[in-house]
């Protein structure tokens, strides 16, 4: 599976955008696809993720009720829709897909990782 995150860019606070990882090489029928983001100096953090087939989500704290992860079947992508940015959101932000059966939140649960995308929020 090759991943390809795309859809950072720079946005004032309070702002939204919208990351997609698109999949080649394999469906995601059978995997989990998690968001991670990290900034320098800090280890790789997660954000959000979502089982392919069931559709179950989860959300970090920081994030909940401002992100929203979802996928779509016929573009093998998902999507991680962020509304009301904070500069705190500010960092690299990687797509991954891993198996299911294992913890969403751990980064070692992932065994693709797309290249990564920047997200800045100005204050």
């Known amino acids: 599976v090759q991943l390809q995150a795309s859809g950072g860019g720079l946005v004032q606070a309070g702002g939204s955008l919208r990351l997609s990882c698109s999949a080649s090489?394999?469906?995601?029928?059978?995997?989990?696809l998690g968001w991670f983001r990290q900034v320098p100096g800090k280890e790789r953090e997660f954000v959000a993720a979502i089982n392919w087939a069931t559709a179950y989500t989860d959300y970090a704290s920081s994030v909940k009720g401002r992100f929203t992860i979802s996928r779509e079947y016929a573009k093998n992508t998902d999507y991680l829709q962020m509304n009301s940015l904070k500069p705190e959101d500010t960092a690299v932000y990687y797509c991954a897909a891993g198996p299911p059966y294992l913890p969403l939140h751990s980064s070692s649960s992932y065994n693709f990782w797309g290249q990564g995308t920047q997200v800045t929020v100005s204050s």
């Open positions: 090489g394999r469906t995601f029928s059978s995997y989990a």
